[in-house]
């Protein structure tokens, strides 16, 4: 009986003040949101910028030599900027493709069935922790692409040999990682593509293949291009799984070479670094923020203009 | 009914906090006890106060920092600073008496001991170099370990294995085993890594999982995944590092300026500290071997 006493179904003044009392707790939530994106900014200028100072800009950002605790040491990160910019390139070109294919086979082509497989496959790819995707890269590709380099340089005895921790074996995993969010927002977006066109397109006689590219995936587009970006953020950002398989090296971006991301740059040596090195680790923190951050702006243009299209 | 039952609950609560706040304040009572007591059974413990500083080596950054809050929790009248400025930096202040006690994780020099500086070592550092299980080479000279990590030897063949590349594997940057290896074997930031991996761990489990692959670890922590090679034809064994014949090795030394029974009861006290089985058990918590 008591229960019904603090039901919404009640007087004028309850119900006031239940909503008063929802609204101020979802406004409350809103910001703690809003707060923590303000201090993380904040605290990665803060920590990021002193060793701008300390090293100049121009020596971090384009120095080719990482030697933070030499005699002499060197901080550019040239090498490591390059190497996050090409290997989340590569995993794009790799991953998006198989995504998107994927996407169409589901939303388009898939026969009840098979979907009822693929579906569920691609949602548990998307909840796999990024560590397991680097174990998996250390026990099956390291050693896999360690047989294709050995073949690879069987005639150059110069080639520093990596035992198969290299930038193809990152790219990969990265490529794998992206797919299940290219996959999804894919298909959300071919599946959001009105019915009519594809039915005009057929009544017009084109072939069900002819309507997927000439209708269906160019009216996806703005859908499509938002998950190529967001596949492009999780690439930029990983950084556990590739630590794993890229072999850590400052190196230029070779297919066969140790490579170091800016995400490994910074997990890799945080825990012994100091003074310099701390927070020139801090300065890297703060260029995949700025990254992250154009990549998020892109993104938005990106929606706004779809949305725009969709109007017309 | 529910009104009842939030109210009991509301009661456990409130009964439960009152008696965990009551215990920890009978806990702390207790603790004073102890305090006092100990304080009447040895004098000495309370009566020791003021600073002790050292200064040296920033490889034995982790020991002397170890060390000296072991120490001031002891004796909570001193207070034990240590800076971290390089071992001969720190030779030579103790040297010039600024600070009580010099780190150094190398031998003293003859002109250092000339001086007055006397080598008491407290700690050995080893490092073992690993390769995979089904490597045939099983001893490696120090030129041709140089010349491994420096990158001018490439192929297993060259020091007489099979014909397989070799992959250097490494610790990264700022890693004090890393530091140790390269200082121990002059090749500091001359290294050709094409792996640098974060962790011990991850050192071992990489080079046991390729072939062709060595690696550097602490000594301590080597099992049977990996061969850990003869450097000169010495074995990686504790003996042989307290022998001194094993050259992946280093004293850890805190050098004083005369004998350690001329010195200051509290840097007395520190050394005994250090030599006292709670202290040898911290160096073995470090990593490192003891010495007897």
Known sequence: MSDRKFSIIGSYKTK????????????????????????????????????????????????????????????????????????????????????????VFLAETAPKRLAAIVKPAVELLAGIPSVIYGLLGILILNPFMYKIEMAVYADSPNHQYTGGSNLISAVLVLAIMILPTVINISEAALKAVPKHYKFASLAMGASHIQTIFKVIIPAAKSGIVTAVVLGVGRAIGEAMAISLVAGNGANFPLPFNSVRFLTTAVVSEMSYAADTHKRVLFTIGLVLFAFIMIINLVLNRVMKGGKKNADK | MKKFRGIAILIITCLVVAGGLSACAKEGSEKADNNTN??????????????????????????????????????????????????????????????????????????????????????????????????????????????????????????????????????????????????????????????EINSTGGVMAKVASTPGAIGYVSLDILDDTVIAVNLDGVEP?????????????????????????????LVQAFFEFIYSEEGQNLVKEVGLITVE
């Open chain 1, 16 to 103: 006031n003040s239940v909503e008063r009392a929802a609204g101020f707790i979802f406004t409350a939530c809103a910001f703690f949101a809003v707060l923590a994106v303000f201090s993380i900014t904040l605290y990665m200028i803060i920590s990021g910028t002193p060793a701008i100072f300390e090293v100049g800009l121009r020596d971090i950002l384009f120095g080719t030599v990482w030697k933070p605790n030499a005699a002499d040491p060197s901080y550019g990160i040239l090498y490591v900027i390059l190497t996050s910019i090409v290997g989340t390139f590569l995993a794009i070109l790799i991953g998006v493709p198989i995504g998107v294919m994927t996407a």
């Open chain 2, 38 to 195: 100990k304080g009447t059974e040895q004098n000495d413990t309370a009566d020791l106060k003021g600073n002790l500083t050292l200064a040296g080596s920033t490889s034995m950054e982790k020991l002397a920092n170890v060390a000296s809050e072991a120490f001031m929790n002891k004796y909570p009248n001193v207070l034990v600073q240590a800076e971290f400025i390089g071992s001969s930096a720190g030779v030579e202040a103790v040297l010039a008496k600024t600070v009580d006690i010099g780190n150094a994780s190398r031998n003293l020099k003859e002109t250092e001991k000339a001086e007055g500086a006397v080598e008491n070592i407290v700690a050995i550092d080893g490092i073992a170099v690993i390769v995979d299980k089904n490597n045939t080479v099983t001893d490696i000279t120090k030129d041709q370990l140089t010349d491994i990590y420096k990158g001018t030897i490439k192929n297993w063949s060259e020091v007489g294995g099979s014909d397989q590349p070799i992959v250097v594997v490494g610790r990264e940057s700022g890693s004090g085993t890393r530091g140790a290896f390269e200082e121990m074997l002059e090749v500091e930031d001359q290294c050709a890594y094409s792996n």
């Open chain 2, 237 to 265: 064994t504790e003996a042989n590092i307290k022998a001194g014949s094993y050259f992946l090795s280093r004293p850890f030394v805190m050098a004083t300026v005369g004998e350690i029974s001329e010195q200051s009861d």
